[in-house]
């Protein structure tokens, strides 16, 4: 699976983006998706995932209430709605896939795959 993120840009504190996903092939639907981020000289941390089927969903403790995460897989796309931004939040996010159940409540990086170019999200206090 390919997957191209889109959506980031440069914001004051308070203010919202909505990330996009886009994914190519025909098997998006079968693919649990997760959101990542990658701030300067940080390891990358887990965000947001959501089930294949976009029936569930998880959030990292800093962004639950802030960050929704949805699917349209007619669209192949998952969204990333970021509301009431911190500077916190700036960093280089990331989509990817991955094909382990979520029940298995993988976060690590290295269960997902399809890594594309990130979106930079800039978080002005």
Not at 36 to 58: W, Y
Not at 64 to 76: E, I, P, Q, V, Y
Request: proline share 2%; with cysteine; aromatic share 12%.
């Amino acid at each position: 699976v390919q997957l191209q993120a889109s959506g980031g840009g440069s914001v004051r504190a308070g203010g919202s983006l909505r990330l996009s996903c886009v994914a190519s092939g025909r098997t998006f639907s079968t693919y649990g998706m997760g959101w990542f981020r990658q701030a300067p000289g940080k390891e990358r941390e887990f965000v947001a995932r959501i089930s294949a089927s976009g029936s569930s969903t998880d959030y990292v403790d800093s962004v639950k209430g802030r960050f929704t995460l949805s699917r349209d897989n007619a669209k192949n796309t998952v969204y990333l709605q970021m509301n009431s931004l911190k500077p916190e939040d700036t960093a280089v996010y990331h989509c990817a896939a991955t094909t382990y159940a979520f029940a298995l409540r993988f976060t690590n990086p290295s269960r997902y795959l399809g890594w594309g170019q990130g979106t930079q999200v800039t978080v002005s206090s």
